[in-house]
């Protein structure tokens, strides 16, 4: 299964372009994250955390993760709970490409946290 990768950086604070579509088992079925406002706590960014956050995120058919289940962890839980509750609060998929009976759908996605400003 291919990985997703979504970047939160720190001078921006949101995940950085992404349309790709993600890779699904049935190639009928590839939801792309069009909305993905991604948050970057202050007090990671000023200690210097970074990391990948590594997520299976189940998405809805109205395009909404139901939840994110933490895969494999950055190293700092406060960066992991950001990622999943980013996924779930903030972000939305295009679904218009899967047909109802392939949804929900869970994809291993990656949220890349790099710290350049502190």
Known sequence: ???LFVSALATLAVA????????????????????KETSFPLSSQIRGQEGTVYMNVTIDENGRAQHADLHRSSG??????????????NWVFDVSACERKD???THVVAVEYHNDSY
């Open 1 to 3: 299964m291919k990985t």
């Open 16 to 35: 950085t372009a992404l349309h790709a579509p993600i890779a699904a088992a049935d190639a009928t079925c590839k939801p792309s994250l069009v909305q």
């Open 76 to 89: 700092y839980r406060k960066l992991d709970r950001a990622a999943a509750r980013s996924a779930v609060e």
């Open 103 to 105: 949804l929900p759908v």
